[in-house]
């Protein structure tokens, strides 16, 4: 209930006009460094809960060891797709080389899974996160808002969730070199890519404002 000195202030104020418009207020960051190689490195699999998400993780990492030299998985499993993992796990995959983070594809799974990946470049770990076609525009402005607007993401079609086990790993396999290039490629030039990469004209930030598009 208002109180009689509130009530008064906004009648006092009636007449203002309200500027609806917000302004992003986190720094902008740099990705992690990435690596020269995965040959002889540790990667960690952080798995979201997601439907199909072990699969697709599990072949990410069968296709690293066999093909690319990696020494080493470490997984890890969420207790839900929110909120974000917990301090001792990230901790776990933090002393991994790098991570593959999978994945969103909806709202809430999205914005947490982006989340997990924003922490972990921030810690200095170079994290290949996963996002369906479908999200992956709400990825972008997930990382953009988190401070980290160049974090290159992994696209895989929509749906995933309720696909036979022989289709996931398809599209994991399909998924790989995707992997390994944001693993490995200079950091620069992935921010150079990725930045707004997948945003429409519309949802893209202009002259330091931030809106969100219905």
């Known amino acids: 209930m208002a109180t009689a000195a509130s009530a008064s202030t906004l009648m006092q104020n009636a ?3 309200l500027d609806p418009v917000g302004y992003p207020g986190s720094d902008v960051n740099p990705i992690a460094a990435r690596l020269d190689g995965l040959a002889g ?3 960690g699999l952080l798995d979201n809960t997601k439907n199909n998400a072990d699969l697709l993780l599990d072949e990410i990492g069968r296709v690293l060891l066999a093909d690319h030299g990696v020494k080493a998985i470490v997984s890890r499993r969420k207790v839900g797709s929110s909120p974000g993992a917990p301090e001792d796990m990230l901790d776990e995959l933090a002393a991994c080389d790098a991570v593959v983070n999978a ?3 909806c709202g809430s799974c999205t914005s947490w ?5 924003v922490v972990l470049e921030k810690r200095g770990i170079p994290t290949a996160t996963v996002n369906t076609d479908e999200f992956v525009s709400l990825g972008q402005m997930d990382a953009i808002s988190l401070g980290l607007p160049g974090l290159p993401i992994v696209v895989v079609k929509h749906p995933m969730g309720d696909l036979p086990e022989p289709t996931v790993r398809e599209r994991a396999r399909g998924a790989v070199d995707q992997v390994v290039a944001l693993l490995t490629t200079d950091a620069r030039e992935l921010e150079a890519q990725y930045t707004g990469k997948f945003l429409r004209e519309s949802e893209k930030l202009r002259s330091g404002t931030l809106a969100c598009p219905i």
């Not at 899974?113 to 990946?117: E, F, L, N, R």
């Open 113 to 117: 899974c982006v989340h997990d990946s």
């Open 41 to 43: 490195k540790t990667i």
């Open 103 to 105: 994945y969103g594809d």
């Open 15 to 17: 007449d203002m006009l």
